[in-house]
């Protein structure tokens, strides 16, 4: 299961980050994305050298994107966003840290 809460600054996401590691979380099991507006590049070899983007399933040779634009449900289109890969069991444990790290829209998928 994956949880996914964005918040409207890094300092907000940083502090859900640290307490997820002091929970036992890895770092590996968070992807960490920014909402800020997507830069345009000529081609994907530029874009690499520029930018680290994570690739969707979805995407082909030669198409960019974010790794937001692949979640369903996200509503809010500014600000830093937190998807965690967490143990059923863990879930709404993991819930009530992004609230109270200052989540303003959390979604599972």
């Known amino acids: 299961m994956r949880l996914i809460a964005r918040f409207p600054n890094n300092k907000q996401a940083s502090f859900l980050v640290d307490s997820l590691r002091n929970i036992g979380f890895d770092r590996r099991d968070m992807i960490i994305s920014d909402l800020a507006e997507v830069q345009e590049f000529r081609t994907v070899d530029n874009a690499a050298r520029e930018i680290s983007f994570i690739k969707t399933e979805r995407q082909g040779f030669d ?28 879930a709404s444990r993991v819930r009530e840290i992004m609230e109270q790290s200052g989540a303003v829209e959390i979604i599972q998928d």
């Open 63 to 90: 198409e960019i994107e974010t790794f937001s634009s692949g979640i369903e449900g996200l509503k809010g289109e500014e600000g830093i966003i937190v998807a965690v890969k967490t143990p059923k069991h863990e």
